[in-house]
């Protein structure tokens, strides 16, 4: 397969941006030119003695900033690939994690977890997360099918009961409970660990992985029921094995960082505008480009002020309106909605 | 036999749509289903392309049950061409042709898959539109577009439900053509067709539906035959001789 020059550059760019990001960061103790000697200490690339500074310059980049980074990354490449699986499978650009009540779903599901620390977080997340789904889409059958706007209709009253649900689990839990919750839910990236890192990454990993494998299948799913069993696959069979992974990793992204608004819906037309509607093509950059957009967003939301925004904010302002745009230009250009 | 049907009955919740059906579509032809709009034509069709779940009756495709075939048995035996479709995402003409051969892919596409796919697409004469999105076709384009990726499955039937609907007349006679071509090939072609006339040049055998029934042609009588038609349309027919057959119109 031949790669355009475009997609090498979204290929390449996460590994300078994941380095350079590590130096990023409010710390008035450390600073770049610290963190820069340590590395090409560390690299070998000086002859130069450690400085005396190197115990605190490894907490900092290694124990904070090295997971929050990889953190943000891999969230980013989750949301984007789940959106952009959600969009072939529904047929429909305008749906995405926050859009099916996904979010919301899982938001819920964690937050009871959080109240009630007997029940696992990850699992409670998907499972509600799938609940959320599969109530949007039911919502929004009819006889003649699921169209565009009923499925985004069905998700909003779907994300509209599991926030009145979420608000409920707040109000009824202690207040120390309540303040982790909130912020939680905000999206946030700050409290990131290696433990939040190991309990997400594989996971994500996994179910990337497994999205990957299915990419050109979309193209064939995207093109219709009647089209894809008359060429020979089951779309009931396919959608569940499309749908399942792709909610899979967008609710262990809000079980680890909460709510991250907008970045599954946007963030893979960025992708398409880019490549084409072609999945083989957008799968993959939407793995590099999804991590290399929260990161970035994810820096400026580190540094921007000197207390820290919490990221689900920015994603939110920049992608609502991302996603009115695009709402207007689609029914302008599908009549029949 | 191409395609054999034997006493199939079929209906939706409420409704019974089709009434013991048999019939039979030989290897190598082009037969055409005629009758009035509700007729059952579409879900036999559809039926015979092994969409839908059927409970009463037997269908035979090649000498196989066709409810004993898997979804990647009956891909490679049966293409399927549906009415007129829009997708949601601008996937370029090639693409669209490439998903044809979904029921020989794992996961991508390999050489194979891409060779057929170029081979259906110099066989349609679509070569100056792989590059263009598919969504910005007119409906002649991409019915053309359609029949290369059912091509690209590579099947030994193809079923036509109303593929001339959205074409004009030059369309329909280049579709038609190149149906007529493929039929010359070996493939066998089933179609549903709308007008009588355009059936009686291009087709080789013809059948009748009338409210879930096969009602004709009777044997050792023209399929032209107006007072056989005035029965299929519930409408007066006449015919006009024309080129050794005869033109219809209602009247």
Redesign the interface.
């Known amino acids: 397969m031949k790669l355009s020059f475009k997609e090498m550059v979204f290929y390449i760019i996460p590994l300078p941006l994941i380095v350079a990001s590590l130096f990023v960061g409010p710390s008035n103790v450390v600073n770049a030119r610290d963190i820069f000697d340590w590395l090409t200490r560390s690299l070998s690339l000086s002859p130069a003695p450690d400085a005396q500074n190197k115990q605190m310059v490894e907490a900092i980049v290694l124990g904070v900033r090295l997971p929050r980074v990889l953190l943000a990354f891999s969230i980013g490449s989750a949301l984007t690939v789940s959106g952009n699986s959600f969009q072939?499978l529904f047929?429909?650009?305008l749906v995405s994690p926050d859009i099916l009540g996904l979010s919301s779903g899982a938001a819920f599901g964690a937050a009871i977890a959080l109240a009630f620390p007997l029940l696992p977080l990850q699992p409670m997340a998907f499972v509600f997360g799938l609940l959320a789904v599969g109530l949007s889409y039911f919502l929004a059958l009819t006889r003649k099918g699921v169209s565009?706007v009923s499925l985004i209709l069905g998700g909003i009253i779907v994300s509209g009961i599991f926030t009145a649900l979420l608000t409920m689990v707040q109000f009824l839990t202690d207040p120390f409970k309540l303040q982790t919750i909130v912020h939680w839910t905000m999206g946030n990236l700050h409290n990131a660990s290696w433990s939040k890192v190991r309990s997400s990454v594989l996971p994500i990993l996994f179910g990337i992985g497994w999205l990957f494998?299915?990419?050109?299948?979309m193209?064939?799913i995207?093109?219709?029921d009647?089209?894809?069993?008359?060429?020979?696959?089951?779309p009931e069979k396919e959608k569940l094995l499309i749908l399942i992974p792709a909610t899979f990793i967008a609710s262990a992204s809000v079980a680890v960082a909460g709510m991250i608004g907008m970045v599954g819906l946007a963030v893979p037309h960025m992708v398409?505008m880019m490549t084409?509607?072609?999945n083989?093509k957008t799968q993959p950059v939407s793995i590099a480009f999804g991590g290399t957009f929260l990161l970035i967003v994810d820096n400026f939301s580190r540094t921007i002020t000197s207390f820290e925004i919490p990221i689900g904010i920015f994603t939110t302002l920049i992608g609502g309106p991302f996603f009115i745009y695009l709402l207007k230009k689609s029914l302008m250009v599908y009549r029949e909605l | 036999m191409g395609i054999s049907v034997k006493n199939l009955d079929f209906g939706y919740a409420d409704r019974r749509v089709l009434h013991n059906i048999s019939l039979q579509a030989a290897e190598g032809r082009f037969t055409v289903i005629l009758g009035k709009n509700g007729s059952g034509k579409s879900t036999l069709i559809k039926l015979m392309?092994g969409?839908l779940p059927f409970r009463t009756g037997y269908i035979e495709v090649f000498g196989r049950d066709i409810r004993k075939l898997t979804?990647?048995e009956?891909?490679?035996l049966i293409?399927?061409?549906?009415q007129f479709?829009s997708?949601?995402?601008?996937?370029?003409v090639e693409?669209?042709v490439?998903?044809?051969?979904?029921?020989y892919?794992f996961?991508?596409?390999g050489r194979e898959d891409l060779r057929k796919t170029d081979e259906a697409i110099d066989k349609v004469g679509i070569n100056h539109l792989r590059q263009r999105p598919y969504t910005e076709l007119s409906g002649g384009e991409r019915q053309l577009v359609m029949i290369a990726?059912?091509l690209a499955?590579g099947p030994q039937m193809i079923l036509l439900d109303e593929p001339l609907s959205h074409l004009d007349l030059a369309n329909q006679a280049r579709f038609l053509a190149l149906v007529k071509n493929l039929v010359a090939k070996g493939l066998t072609v089933v179609a549903v067709l709308h007008d009588p006339n355009t059936a009686f040049f291009y087709g080789d055998d013809f059948l009748f539906m009338k409210d879930g029934f096969i009602i004709g042609p009777e044997k050792n009588k023209d399929p032209w035959d107006p007072s056989t038609l005035t029965e299929v349309y519930g409408t007066k027919i006449d015919a006009v001789p024309f080129r050794g057959r005869s033109l219809v119109i209602p009247i």
């Open positions: 072939a047929r429909n650009p565009t494998v299915l990419r050109w299948r193209n064939v995207a093109l219709g009647e089209e894809t069993r008359a060429v020979g696959l089951n398409r084409g509607p072609d083989t | 392309a969409l979804s990647a009956r891909a490679r293409g399927y061409l549906s479709h997708p949601a995402f601008p996937f370029l693409e669209v490439l998903t044809g051969r979904a029921s892919v996961s991508l596409p990726r059912v499955q």
